[in-house]
């Protein structure tokens, strides 16, 4: 079991900290509005803006740790089996936290591109 979580369990929990984070500062971005360039102090008044609540700033955390979790369970694992797996999961948990969390469509064509992630999961890892 704990040769699970130092795997598998690593990148499932990369997985949904990325999802999580970017699904929470896509919500702050929608509140503050599209970004309208005027110069280099636009960029960082937005910025701050951005990150000026606890739980934005808290997913630019998740969004640092995210990697170094990717890297642990990368160290006894192979690269082969593990970044698709990680990308496949990524895509189909940010998916379904678009739908859920910011009401965005769900179609025949996502519907079945999960379909295909998830087909394409079991044919990397398995031997």
Known sequence: MLAFFQTWGLIISAAFLDVLAIVIIKMRLNYLGPFNYEGINSIANYTIDVLKTPQTFMSAIFLVITPALFGFALSKMNLNQV???????TTILMLLASIIFLKEAMTLKKLLGVFLILLGMFLVTNK
């Open 83 to 89: 970044y698709p797996v990680l990308i496949g999961l």
